[in-house]
């Protein structure tokens, strides 16, 4: 029974080239999962330096010097970090604690509505089970608030770390930018000479990469102010913090939207009630939800190869629960590289047969 299978990777081992491709990439997985809580900052610099490159491209194409477009756009992305810092992060931090703190407030208004709905259908809905599954809910809801809560300047533990994040992103942004080329070739000397299959899938994930960090770094800062915004005129008291969140779920692919459409529906309703506010301010998140999968999708994830949605689930799931978040924003182009790899060994068992 086991054959078939030894054959198989019999046949495998025989393609060294393909093998070098494997342990390679089984070499940087491993880096990653031993060292990745140490090599965040790395990533994150990584991650910001794929968005700047092509401003800082932008302004070479305008003449403009490399070395002077690499400081502008350093200015400018240091002078948005301390206003996100400084400005909306306290806001944000004050509107987490306002709901966190309203929480049971905001039980008792579903168990009151909850109570009203059973007087008027008194067959359909079972009021009991209900209240009791949302105290459950309440209870877990405050103690993930908490945790939530506790992640602000005021109360980060270890400032080293912070600091980290705040001088040492920068400066590795900085130098990704400047020596981009020099740092490419210098990791090319200690890879084997004949790297025809490396090279394929470096250009392959090297584009990956760099459209779907730039498309949804886009999408989520339209799609967040775009919200933010709408429910500010509206007089949304948690604008900021709505906003934040539908930027955010743009990176979680399916789930994301989905799990935003509760605090959306929820905190419109304990402000407004069953009111039309409740309903315009629903429809609006549909609006923009629709507008962001129809038009700014397609035209940002354009050459994105495009994988089932069932893989870009697993994805989310498997590289979720190895590297946490950042495995999650960057399941898709994860998955896109276990995809190429995938192609490239059955084009290969393809030529044999051949």
């Keep these: 029974m086991m054959t078939p299978i030894l054959d198989w990777f019999n046949r495998q081992f025989k393609d060294v080239e ?8 089984l070499s940087v997985f491993v880096l ?4 990745g809580a140490s090599l965040a900052p790395l990533l994150v610099a990584i991650a910001l330096a794929y968005v700047l490159d092509d401003i800082v491209n932008l302004l070479c194409a305008l003449k403009v010097p490399r070395y002077v477009s ?3 756009v350093g200015i400018g992305a240091m002078l948005t970090i301390l206003f996100a810092l400084l400005a909306i992060l306290p806001v944000l931090t004050e509107q987490i604690g306002r709901v966190i703190s309203q929480i049971p407030q905001y039980v008792q208004l579903l168990r009151d509505t909850l109570r009203e709905l059973q007087a008027q259908y008194p067959a359909g809905i079972n009021a009991e089970y209900l209240q009791q599954a949302l105290a459950t809910a309440a209870g877990k809801i405050q103690e993930w608030g908490g945790l939530v809560l506790s992640f602000s300047i005021a109360s980060i ?47 392959e994930l090297d584009s990956q990469i760099g459209n779907y960090i730039r498309g949804r770094f886009w999408e989520s800062s339209m799609v967040g102010l775009v919200m933010w915004l709408i429910f500010y005129m509206m007089g949304h008291e948690y604008a900021l913090l709505l906003g934040v969140l539908t930027g ?3 990176w979680i692919p399916f789930v994301g ?33 629709l507008i962001d999968a129809n038009i700014i999708i397609p035209w940002l994830f354009s050459e994105v190869v495009n994988l089932h949605p069932i893989a870009i689930i697993v994805a989310v799931l498997v590289f979720g629960s190895i590297w946490g978040i950042l495995g999650v924003f960057f399941a898709i182009p994860l998955a896109a590289l276990v995809q190429s790899v995938l192609v490239i060994i059955a084009e290969r068992a393809a030529q044999r047969k051949a």
């Design 248 to 250: 955010i779920s743009v």
């Design 70 to 72: 690499i400081g502008l």
């Design 157 to 203: 533990p270890n400032v080293i770390a912070l600091g980290i994040y705040v001088f040492l992103v920068p400066v590795l942004v900085f130098f990704l930018l400047k020596d981009k080329d020099k740092i490419l070739y210098w990791g090319q000397q200690f890879l084997p000479d004949h790297r025809i299959l490396l090279h394929r899938v470096w250009g």
């Design 18 to 25: 393909l093998m070098m491709l494997l342990a390679f990439i």
């Design 32 to 35: 990653l999962i031993l060292f």
């Design 257 to 289: 939207a989905a799990v935003v459409t509760i605090p959306v529906l929820l905190l419109s309703y304990f402000q407004w009630g069953l009111t039309d506010m409740t309903a315009y301010s629903f429809l609006a998140y549909g609006i923009i939800q």
